[in-house]
């Protein structure tokens, strides 16, 4: 396994699979989020804004990027309640993550 970091923005992050987050109840993405979102054309935020994500602990949904930004997918994990987020929502959106990757063969994965 090879980890490493870098420091630029979201959207240029070349990888098979971008990891990105929402708390549950946010209705309109900010930070890293949103800028993936805004990239995308407002995909996450209408997937949210239908109901179709709701931001639960562990919660996932996929994004196709068709070349929007340079990373092939992005992946969306829910955080839960921002009042009760803690190590234990880290690591469940951490395992929640490693997870539908894993299951989508997925040879780089980044995140924020």
Known sequence: MNIATWVG??????????????????????GATGAVDQALGGIIGAAVRAGDFRGTPGEIAWFYTQGAIAARRVLLVGLGKADRFGLAQV???????ARAARKARARSVATI
């Open 9 to 30: 923005s979201v959207t240029a992050v070349e990888t098979d699979v971008l990891v990105v987050n929402l708390f549950q109840g946010v209705t309109d993405p900010g």
């Open 91 to 97: 690591r469940q959106a951490a395992v929640a993550a």
